[in-house]
C-alpha cells in the first residue's frame, strides 16, 4: 500500500512559480515511475509530467507539451518525494494537481514504457489546487 500527499499548492499570479512535493509512504519507492497530472473544472485528468525509472540510477523524465520548458519534475529518492517545480505560469495551469505512483509493476517497470494516461497509475494523492490569476 502507499500513500502519496502533495503540498505546495496556491495561488498565484501569472508569471509567477510554484513548487509542489509529494511525499510517498510504503513500498519501493525508487523504483516506481511518479507523474504528477492536472484537472482543470469540467475537464479531464491530463498527464503533465513523469519521472520514470530505467534500471541503475537512470531516470528519465517527460512533459506534456503544454509545460515543456516552463515545469520541472524531480525525485529525491532518500526522502521518496517528488517535486514539480512550476515557471511561468499562466491562467490555463490553473487546476487540481495531482501526484499518482505506478506500482504495480516492482522492478520489472524498468522494463516497461514510462506511463503517460492516469488508468497507467495504481495510486493517487489527494489532490492540491494551483489557481494562477490573470
Known amino acids: 500500500q502507499v500513500q502519496l500527499v502533495e503540498s505546495g499548492g496556491g495561488l498565484v499570479q501569472a508569471g509567477g512559480s510554484l513548487r509542489l512535493s509529494c511525499a510517498a509512504s510504503g513500498g519501493t519507492f525508487s523504483s516506481y515511475a511518479m507523474g504528477w497530472f492536472r484537472q482543470a473544472p469540467g475537464k479531464e485528468r491530463e498527464f503533465v509530467a513523469a519521472s520514470h525509472w530505467s534500471g541503475g540510477s537512470t531516470y528519465y523524465v517527460y512533459y506534456a507539451d503544454s509545460v515543456k520548458g516552463r515545469f520541472t519534475i524531480s525525485r529525491d529518492n532518500a526522502k521518496n518525494t517528488v517535486d514539480l517545480q512550476m515557471n511561468s505560469l499562466k491562467p490555463g495551469d490553473t487546476a487540481v494537481y495531482y501526484c499518482?505512483?505506478?506500482?504495480?509493476?516492482?522492478?520489472?517497470?524498468?522494463?516497461?514504457?514510462?506511463?503517460?494516461?492516469?488508468?497507467?497509475?495504481?495510486?493517487w494523492g489527494q489532490g492540491t489546487q494551483v489557481t494562477v490569476s490573470s
Open positions: 499518482a505512483a505506478r506500482t504495480r509493476y516492482g522492478r520489472a517497470g524498468a522494463t516497461i514504457a514510462a506511463p503517460t494516461r492516469s488508468s497507467e497509475y495504481d495510486y
